[in-house]
Each structure stands twice: as C-alpha cells, then as structure tokens.
C-alpha cells in the first residue's frame, strides 16, 4: 500500500487488526455468507450439475475468461466432450478447435493429458483427493480445492485472486498477496473456521462475493455485502488498497505483420511450432516489425508465388499474459500458388470447421474470404485495390 492515506489508515489499526487474517474478523464469516448465497448465487451451468469433470472443466476455462463469455464454450465443450474418456482420446486439431476462442491453448492441452493420467491410474474418474489431484498435469492448489470441495465435499480451500481479495479487505491484510506465502496463510485460515458440512458451498460463496460485490479496479458494492460490518477496508474506507500486489512486469511489445494471402478461393495458413507461445495452432502468414507494401510482396515472391493485388488491412493489437502484438496486415491476392513446407491452402469455410486459428488474429480472419477486385469497398474505410496493370507503377513510386 502506498500513499499518504494509507500511512494514516495504518496508524489507526488496533491490535485486532494488526492481527490480520488471525484476527477475530474472520470469526463466524461461513453463515452470513452461506445465506447471502442461497439467495444471491448466480445460475451457472457447471452449478446445476456440479459433476467432478464439469467443475474441471468450468475452473480450467474460468482462468482469464470472464464467465459470460465461458458459458458458451462450456456448452459446446462439454457435448462435444461429455467425460474424461472422450477427452482423453480427442484429436488434437479437434481439441483446440473446441477451445478456439479462450486462448492459452497450453490449459486444454494439459487437460488432455491430465485425463489420460486418470483414464490410465484412476479408471476414468477424477480423484476426489486433493494430494491426488495436485499431481495432475495442469491442475493447481486452487483447481484441485475447487474439484475436492465442490465435487466431493472435501474440506479444502479454493483461493482464487476474488478470495485474495475479499479476504485481505474484511481482514486489512496488507500482505502482497501474490505471494505463495501469503497465499498459504490465507488457505490455512480458510481452512480453519469453513464449515464441515459445506465446504464446497462456502468456498463458492466467497469467490462470488469477490466475483458480484467485492469487486477490484475501484467499483466495489458495499452496500451489497452481507458481512460489510466486519469489514476493515469499508470501515476504513481503504478499499482500493486492498489487497496490496507488487507491481507487474511491464509486457514487451512486438511490431508484427500479418499477411493474408490469397489463390482464387483459397487462403494460406500454417502451423506454428511444437513449442512456444501458440504451439501448434495454425495462424495467418506473419512477419516481425511492420512492413512497408515492397516489402510485404517482396516476401510473397520469396514463397514462390506472383502476386497480383495487394490491399492494406486496418492495424490492431493483441495482448498476451506477457506479450502484446502491435498489428498492420496487408491482404494479397496471387496466381497459380502450391502448398509449401509448412503451410496449406485451404478455403476459408474450413478454418471453422479444422483448422484452430488463435484470436490474436481474429481482427484479419475475416478478410480470409474477401477476393481482391471482386468486392467493393467504402472509400471511407481506405480499403484501397491496386490493379494489377499499374501494380508494379504503385509499388515502384511507393519507394
């Protein structure tokens, strides 16, 4: 915590409070919050049903995704993929496709083998041990308490950045909580005052707190709470400093050029390497630093084909966990095109229906259909078609 507010807020704590997560504010929390549930908790799919594979599956996607945006992706999964034996024997291309969209393709390919580990060691069901679960590729302290708790009613906590949060702002906790040793204290105090009886219930209850009320980046709903009157942050009035996290590394920027290339009715995709950031996902042909148009046909010509159009594309950027693409494109129309190592033609209708292509390049997938000379463009939008009769004239002024 920084600032002079926060200094002054410090020298008011009394004792109880500098006790933080061991203080008495803790104290009696399962009961307010278990009522306030029954009456508040949202209609989720994975809740009606809280099937050990379902909650796996809700919890995996529910990392960096917001769950409106999950709830569509848990549908199309889950019936494509009703159980861990299905999971365990999905064709790779198939399986990203059905994650296509949610990103982090690493969590679904973790999935996969961490079913094949049960398949093979736990005869097709999850265990219900949260030691047994920790094991499991791609499962962490707070997905396997998720499973073990909900699931199987197992008395382990769930601490996710809402459980952080809710708990370092009742408590005035100004520990970072990023880190693992604070973590671990707030999962020991956890454990100590949740109920036996509902262990699962009370775990979900705090995360939709932190999800509905207790919210970050400066909106909380205090009025809204139910334990409100044992709340350090409100009665304080420091909500926004807690719960306190050392600052982030600032992400790298890449300049990245993104061409879309296109034979007739094909266009040209290719697969990514086995390892690395979207391994092994396919993706539109692209560059790094931003290229000028010379440039970007000089690079068509070097694949061997002849490029007769080119129109730029709008820039747009993607953000990685660590990483943020810097995007210009420019879409290419070319003549007689073969396959090369690598990379395939395809029509555009099956990048739906096989090939997974990540969202960093979702603002130029859809320019995979459009043939150049064929549509008409608003002048507005400086969609601008090059003739192939003054092409070279074009690009030899552009230097």
């Given at each position: 915590?920084?600032?002079v507010?926060?200094?002054?807020k410090r020298?008011e704590y009394?004792?109880?409070?500098?006790?933080?997560?061991?203080?008495?504010?803790?104290?009696?929390?399962?009961?307010?919050?278990l009522?306030?549930?029954?009456?508040?908790?949202?209609?989720?799919?994975w809740r009606?049903?809280?099937?050990?594979?379902?909650?796996?599956v809700?919890?995996?996607?529910?990392?960096?995704t917001?769950?409106?945006?999950v709830?569509?992706?848990?549908?199309?999964?889950?019936?494509?993929?009703p159980?861990?034996a299905s999971?365990?024997?999905?064709?790779?291309?198939?399986l990203?496709?059905?994650?296509?969209g949610?990103?982090?393709?690493?969590?679904?390919?973790?999935?996969?083998k961490?079913?094949q580990?049960?398949?093979?060691?736990?005869?097709?069901?999850?265990?219900a041990?949260?030691?047994?679960l920790?094991?499991l590729?791609?499962?962490?302290s707070y997905?396997?308490?998720?499973?073990?708790?909900?699931a199987?009613?197992?008395?382990?906590p769930?601490?996710?950045?809402?459980?952080?949060?809710?708990?370092?702002?009742?408590?005035g906790d100004?520990?970072?909580?990023?880190?693992q040793?604070?973590?671990?204290?707030?999962?020991?105090?956890?454990?100590?005052?949740m109920?036996?009886?509902?262990?699962?219930?009370?775990?979900?209850?705090?995360?939709?707190?932190?999800?509905?009320?207790?919210?970050p980046?400066?909106?909380?709903?205090?009025e809204?709470c139910?334990?409100?009157?044992?709340?350090?942050?409100k009665a304080?009035?420091c909500?926004?400093?807690?719960?306190?996290k050392?600052?982030?590394?600032?992400?790298r920027v890449?300049?990245?050029?993104?061409?879309?290339?296109?034979d007739?009715?094909?266009a040209?995709?290719?697969?990514?390497?086995s390892k690395?950031?979207?391994a092994?996902?396919?993706?539109?042909?692209?560059?790094?630093?931003?290229?000028k148009?010379r440039?970007?046909?000089d690079?068509?010509?070097?694949?061997?084909?002849?490029?007769?159009r080119?129109?730029?594309l709008?820039?747009?950027?993607?953000?990685f966990s660590h990483?943020e693409?810097?995007?210009?494109g420019?879409m290419?129309?070319?003549?007689d095109a073969e396959?090369f190592?690598?990379s395939i033609?395809?029509?555009?209708?099956?990048?739906?229906r096989?090939y997974?292509?990540?969202?960093a390049?979702?603002?130029?997938?859809k320019?995979?259909?459009?043939?150049l000379?064929?549509?008409k463009y608003?002048?507005?939008s400086?969609?601008?078609?090059?003739e192939s009769v003054l092409?070279?004239?074009?690009?030899?002024e552009?230097?």
């Open positions: 915590m920084t600032g507010n926060k200094t002054k020298t009394t004792a109880e409070d500098a006790a933080g997560i061991g203080g008495s504010r803790l104290e009696n929390l399962p009961e307010p919050l009522i306030w549930f029954g009456e508040h908790a949202r209609v989720l799919p009606e049903r809280p099937l050990p594979y379902y909650v796996w809700s919890e995996i996607m529910l990392q960096q917001r769950v409106e945006a709830k569509p992706f848990f549908a199309r999964f889950t019936q494509a993929l159980d861990v999971l365990a024997v999905c064709q790779e291309e198939r990203l496709k059905l994650w296509e949610l990103g982090y393709y690493n969590r679904v390919r973790n999935m996969q961490a079913a580990l049960v398949m093979e060691n736990y005869g097709g069901e999850l265990p041990s949260y030691s047994a920790l094991g590729p791609g499962i962490g997905t396997a308490g998720a499973i073990a708790s909900i199987y009613g197992k008395k382990v769930a601490v996710d950045g809402n459980v952080l949060r809710v708990i370092s702002r009742i408590t100004a520990q970072d909580v990023m880190k040793s604070v973590k671990r204290q707030y999962e020991d105090r956890l454990r100590e005052i109920p036996e009886e509902a262990p699962g219930v009370f775990n979900q209850a705090l995360m939709e707190l932190g999800a509905t009320v207790c919210l980046n400066g909106a909380p709903e205090c809204r139910p334990v409100k009157d044992r709340c350090y942050a304080h009035d909500q926004m400093e807690l719960p306190v050392a600052p982030k590394k600032a992400r890449e300049k990245r050029t993104v061409l879309v290339i296109r007739s009715e094909r040209l995709i290719r697969k990514r390497p690395g950031l979207l092994g996902l396919y993706e539109l042909p692209n560059l790094e630093g931003w290229l148009q440039e970007a046909l690079y068509a010509r070097d694949c061997g084909f002849r490029p007769i080119i129109m730029p709008p820039d747009a950027k993607h953000i990483v693409w810097q995007m210009t420019y290419v129309q070319v003549e396959d190592s690598g033609f395809i029509e555009p209708a099956r990048t739906e096989e997974p292509i990540p969202a390049f979702s603002a130029y997938v320019y995979l259909s459009i043939r000379g064929q549509e608003e002048k507005g400086e969609m601008e078609i090059i092409f070279e004239k074009k690009i030899a552009e230097e």
